[in-house]
């Protein structure tokens, strides 16, 4: 514990990261309350004040709609959030499972499994997310499945060269000779040695996720309105640029404000972790 | 008859045992036509040098991989190709390497309790003491079930890959290498552990070492290996005194040699050390 905390007082950056991810993570949790317009995470419209430079009690803003831009960006990050932690929590079981089957198994089992993850691999992210969007309804829950679908690869990939170093360890060997099942030399044996990679670069991709979803949300095939969406919200505004640059610098550095905070966490995080092995 | 039949039989017999790989397209004969018994109770040492297939028998004693030709018993009973938990529980394993036989992310205790809890061993409420126990036995505390390894020493942590061989109350224990990763001093207590949980415990070894000295101070036997072929077999006592084959005779001669007055030293320290340990 003392080293985590040295590791972090060392470096600034870290603490930057620790301050930006709080930050990115409270006021996605508490936006009922410190945004000021709430209900202008709907569908709204309050043509009185459309289009307004950041002013009182606008502070950033306001959209084609007059909708508080401050508060939409708040909502927007609750919504990025849950599609992050979502996705993460569906796509890292999958990759880990066919890893750690794959690398514990070798053989045919190891040629299938990771020429399958190859296949996905193989295809841009975005295209693949683009297409399977093409197909698909627009909607948060499809939003999910397609980038699910295109983030599982990397974790069997990661935990696939981790678990093959692994199984060579003398107490893969020991569990073996004791009489192990697989199940328990996969699950409790080699997956707990590769957590500390897992977790490393589960921190780093919330805010690939994050990124990944706005960019699909900016080509239209993500999140549809009115339910806010830093993506859509940087589309929409882009077409007003330079003169309302509020609409699109704000979502912009929203998205650049998480995406920093997760990447330097998880740069953070593989300091600590690696240390303490 | 029946009962002097029952004494004399060994424990574990090779009949003929051959084991070829095949790496890029080439055989290799890594052990060549061996037969020999291992009696009940006696310490069967296996030397040669790198590459002489001392640890490929190990290897298919356990059971780790399977024999390409020839039969393995046990108990007069044939070994299968795919053990069974029962073939699992009868014959154990110390390793060479400490450091890496133990999963630096469980504790001493879930290492331990594993045998345990594969072979069913005692009541389930009963067996964080019986780990306890097991670590009493080779001289450990009882509570450092509950630390991790990377907090014991190579020595302790060799004694608890020791005790985790005790615990499924095998009669016969293949040791690889267990001391040669340990410096001096601790090497000389280990195999003094080893040899009262022997006599102790009734216990049966087969002995891999590289170390002749090692095989001085447990053999009963001496299996010599060369190049995949068994060269000799015979005591340990015959073997230093009067080696036969003239590959014996050159590790033999290959042994680092001491004045008198230097080996008396060094066994009155011994002595000392085994003492105090």
Known sequence: MNRT????LRNPLSLL??????????????????????????????FANFNKAPEWPYIMGTDLVGRDL??????????????????????????????????????????????????????P??????????????????????VTAMWWPWYTRLVYNLARSEKEEGYVLAAEVIGASKAHVMFREILPNCVPSILTKMTLDLGFVILIASSLSFLGLGVQPPTPDLGSMVADGAKYLPDSWWLTVF????????????????????EILGAEQ | ?????????????????????????????????????????????????????????????LGIYPQSAGEILLDGSLLPARRALIHRRAIQLVQQNPLSSLNPKRSIGASLRLALDVHGIGERSARWDRVGQ??????????????????????????????????????????????????????????KLLNELRAQRGLTYVFITHDLSVVRNVATRVAVFEKGRLVELSPTETVFTN?????????????????????????????KSNASA
Request: proline share 5%; aromatic share 6%; with cysteine.
């Open chain 2, 134 to 191: 097991l670590l009493e036995e080779v001289g450990l505390p009882a509570d450092f079930r509950s630390r991790a390894p990377s907090t014991l020493s190579g020595g302790q942590r060799q004694r608890v890959a020791i005790a985790r061989a005790l615990a499924c109350q095998s009669e016969l224990v293949v040791l690889d290498e267990p001391t040669s990763a340990l410096d001096v001093l601790v090497q000389a207590r280990v195999l």
């Open chain 1, 251 to 270: 979502p912009g550095l929203a998205i650049l404000v998480a995406v920093f905070g997760f990447n330097l966490v998880g740069d953070a995080l593989r």
């Open chain 2, 243 to 271: 080696p036969k084959h003239p590959y014996t005779r050159r590790l033999i001669g290959a042994v680092p040699v001491v004045t008198a007055q230097e080996a008396e030293l060094r066994g009155r320290l011994m002595e």
């Open chain 1, 70 to 123: 401050f508060t939409r960006i708040v909502y927007a990050y609750r919504i990025s959030l849950i599609l992050g932690v979502v996705v993460l929590a569906i796509a890292v079981p999958i990759g880990v499972t066919i890893g750690l089957v794959a690398g514990y198994f070798g053989g045919w089992v190891e040629y299938v499994l990771m020429r399958v993850t190859d296949v996905f691999l193989s295809i």
């Open chain 1, 17 to 46: 990261g620790l301050a930006l991810v709080a930050l990115v993570v409270l006021s996605a949790i508490s936006a009922d309350f410190i945004t000021p317009f709430p209900e202008h995470a709907g569908a709204v419209v309050d």
């Open chain 2, 1 to 61: 008859m029946r009962e002097p039949s029952r004494v004399t039989r060994p424990l574990l017999s090779l009949r003929s045992v051959s084991k070829t790989f095949t790496t890029a397209g080439r055989m290799v004969r890594a052990v060549d036509d061996v037969s020999f018994d291992v009696a009940k109770g006696e310490c069967l040492a296996i030397v040669g040098e790198s590459g002489s297939g001392k640890s490929t028998v190990a290897h298919m004693i």
């Open chain 1, 125 to 146: 992210p975005l295209v693949l997310a683009m297409s399977m969007m093409g197909v698909l309804e627009p909607t948060l829950t499809n939003g999910m499945i397609a």
């Open chain 1, 5 to 8: 905390l040295a590791i972090l």
